[in-house]
């Protein structure tokens, strides 16, 4: 009890309440060890309760206010103290205690506790500086590591399998992520050159300029990677190709939408390849059009199948029933185009007549030229020839105006005769000729003029008839608007 209130004592103001209970509180001071003199004052200094403070030694303590007073072998402290009532101070207690060996003991304790406590901490700061530089520099490895990786590049990730705390894992997993990169990529390379090899692929910037092809659009096409890169698809474009779907493409593409077709393109030694085409808009990450890529099948084979199937045999004219599926997509581009549609319809004269005279064989050999010919003059885009079916051909061609509808047909009729094919049947000449039935629409005076098919095709064969019936070898004209 007595070294509990010495402790208290010494750090902690008395608080008593009221001045009788002065004489007890100094007796219990003297009570306690190593408190050897006490002296209480107000705070006029006027002395209200003291014991042992006579002595010559401690009373010069007191007066002077020594705090230590080394004497001999002792060692004397004065100690002062605020006594309370409630929060006010009424008075000061001095207070005279020796320090003895037991308390030096405690202090060198204290010391050395201190200094313990000091060098423990300075050890856990080194501790931790070693293993954060070795984790941190472990760390750095993988971090690197990491970053090469992300860049598609091979690396050694350092062998830590001694080390079985969270960076091991880490590092052991990094390894199988790049194990299983490195598979995948090997992979994609794979697919990569499949695709190269065998299907049809370009890039192009924003203006149309070729930046990559495949080596499959090399083959097909003919050209090098050279002679395509740096160049527009004007390269490989057949001049078959209508100005309105280059058009078309274009409006598309541009506004960020898919665009497909069957595409008959120009090989790099004249001749040509189908393909049937798509090209989707090249986005970057921000989701801006950068540019266009085209992914093409080679449908060339699948052409000339359907070719086949739409040709005549002998003419190699298209035939009555690609006339059919034409005759409606043609009549409508017209018109959407609002230009002059023109249905041309011809018969050779006395055609029976002259196979009676010279052979079916000869005959034959007629009609494959007029074939020619009148092919021949199909040189524009829209410009379509077909056999109906036997000495009866037909063909489908736009025009600016009346005139030139006439001096296209005539040129036909007069190069017929001009082959100079003896026909000694023929009234109207030495030669084989033929007579033709036109008619046309200007859809720029009348957009809602008749289109049905039958009844036009029954209207230039009603002036083919007429060009018949008047003298054949000639051309008859007649405007359905």
Known sequence: MASKLFSELIVTP???????TLDNTVNSFVSIKNVIAVKIMNNNNIVLSHKNDENPTYKNIFENNKEILHLNERTLVLKLLDIKIDDDIIAKAKIIF???????MQERNKNVTFIMMILEIIVIILVAYLIGSSLIRRLSVLTHSAEEIAENNQVTIPN????????????????LMQNKINKRSDELKKYIQLVNENILISRTDLNGIITDVSEALCEVSGFSKEELIGKTHAVIKH????????ENLWK???KGNEWHADVKNKTKDGGFFWADSSIYPDYDYNQNIIGYYAIRHDITSKKEIEKLSITDGLTKLYNRRYFDNMFDEEINRAKRDRKIFCLLSLDIDFFKKYN??????????VLITIARVLNSHMKRAGDIAFRIG????????????EKNVYTFTENIRQDIENQQIQHIENTSSNFVTASFGVIYIDFSKNNNAETNREVLYKEADNQLYKAKETGRNKVVIKACN
């Open 252 to 254: 598309t593409i541009s």
């Open 160 to 175: 830590i399998d001694n080390y079985k705390d969270e960076v091991s894992i880490l590092a052991n997993t990094l390894q």
């Open 14 to 20: 008395i608080i008593v309440n009221d001045l009788a």
């Open 356 to 365: 009676d005279t010279y052979g079916h064989p000869e005959g034959d050999q």
């Open 98 to 104: 020796e320090i003895t060996d037991s308390l030096r």
């Open 390 to 401: 036997g000495e009866e051909f037909s063909a489908i061609f736009v025009e600016k105006n």
């Open 239 to 246: 001049p078959d190709t209508l100005i309105s779907e280059h």
